[in-house]
């Protein structure tokens, strides 16, 4: 019989959330939420006097521990951590190679031919290319977000648009694109929980759930009013009158972008080029649905004998394995950067090594 802990199961995410917003520190505010969790399952609702609650709370920090522990147990859990450090690797690469200034000189070009147009039109170019590149990089959306904030930040303070406004499009632009499109991890854990549920085909019930998932396109769609139409509100509109003012950031703040990532240089010697960027990402979105396709095309052939060729895939993909493709989609795409940036004389092997530990 199962129990049911009734309102207490809600302290701990809202105490968690709002731990996060008032230190700004996740990971310490998620951990103290999952401490609480395992309190609370061990009958730290029970108010039986001061010995009782302190075991609670050792008993709950013994599970904590061994919680985290048996993450690495299952096999997906730890092919999608993996796939979290290597895409930081990846990062590091593209960086490193001179492929995000040069794609940052490539949007520059770009803008130019705006020059000459009525003012404002070149802000509202950039923001939308912000929102298209978080859109199309749906592989992972914390790659996106940061891949967003890389590229654009430079642009964006040049042209006088807040830190607040890039933040709002990268968010509201990646995620979604990541709930929408599941060739990546979210869509591996939907098509698992959908297995589970005992769907025949989780694939296929994604796509068909997809116009009900009123959020993401809502949020898309909300981005590019507030672009197009210029209307800022509340804090945000507040943000961008002090931006205009040569101010990108409010005074005291603090940016949460990590040093290991701002802090890496394009090599020097090496002329910025785009396709340094665009290749290595590339390579990682179109592997994840061959890869998708390539861990469920046995059980496509068990389900499907007499299909053609081109019917199995869709099923192969439905029942692909999402955590194994994430993971070797990442690895191809920084062993097809490993031989990119040799060819060219970018980067040496033990250079790339230490660059993919760090």
């Given at each position: ?22 230190t700004r520190q996740v990971f ?102 912000a929102w298209l590149t978080g ?216 250079e790339m090594i230490d660059l993919?530990?760090?």
């Amino acid at each position: 019989m199962e129990t049911s802990f009734g309102i207490w199961s809600l302290i701990p995410p809202v105490v968690a959330i709002i731990l996060a917003i008032a230190t700004r520190q996740v990971f310490v505010s998620l951990l103290f939420g999952i401490l609480l969790g395992w309190v609370i399952i061990n009958n730290g609702i029970e108010w039986l006097g001061v010995e009782h609650f302190i075991q609670s709370i050792w008993l709950g920090f013994l599970s904590t521990v061994q919680a985290l522990v048996d993450v690495f147990k299952d096999d997906g859990s730890t092919r999608t951590i993996m796939f979290c450090a290597l895409v930081g690797a990846l990062i590091v690469f593209i960086q490193r190679s001179g492929g995000v200034e040069g794609f940052i000189l490539k949007i520059n070009k770009l803008l130019e031919k705006y020059e000459n147009k009525k003012a404002g039109s070149n802000r509202v170019v950039v923001q939308f290319l912000a929102w298209l590149t978080g859109l199309l990089i749906f592989v992972e959306s914390s790659i996106s977000v940061l891949t967003v904030g890389a590229l654009y930040r430079p642009v964006f303070d040049k042209l006088g648009i807040s830190r607040e406004k890039l933040a709002y499009i990268a968010d509201s632009s990646s995620a979604p694109s990541s709930i929408l499109i599941p060739f990546n991890g979210w869509g591996a854990f939907i098509m698992t929980l959908l297995a589970v549920e005992g769907f025949a085909n989780p694939f296929s019930t994604m796509l068909q759930a997809m116009p009900y998932n009123f959020y993401p396109i809502l949020a898309l769609l909300m981005v590019l009013i507030v672009i197009f139409t210029g209307k800022d509100f509340g804090p945000m509109a507040k943000a961008e009158r002090r931006a205009r003012t040569g101010k990108v950031l409010p005074d005291g703040a603090k940016p949460m972008v990590t040093d290991e990532l701002t802090s890496v240089e394009v090599k020097e010697g090496i002329a910025p080029k785009a396709r340094n960027m665009v290749i290595p990402i590339l390579t990682m979105v179109l592997m994840m649905p061959i890869m998708l396709a390539y861990t469920g095309w046995e059980a496509a052939i068990l389900e499907m004998p007499n299909a053609s060729f081109f019917s199995k895939i869709p099923y192969s993909i439905g029942n692909g394995s999402g955590s194994t493709s994430v993971l070797i989609a990442v690895i191809i795409s920084l062993l097809v950067s490993m031989i990119f940036y040799r060819i060219q004389g970018i980067l040496k092997m033990g250079e790339m090594i230490d660059l993919t530990l760090k």
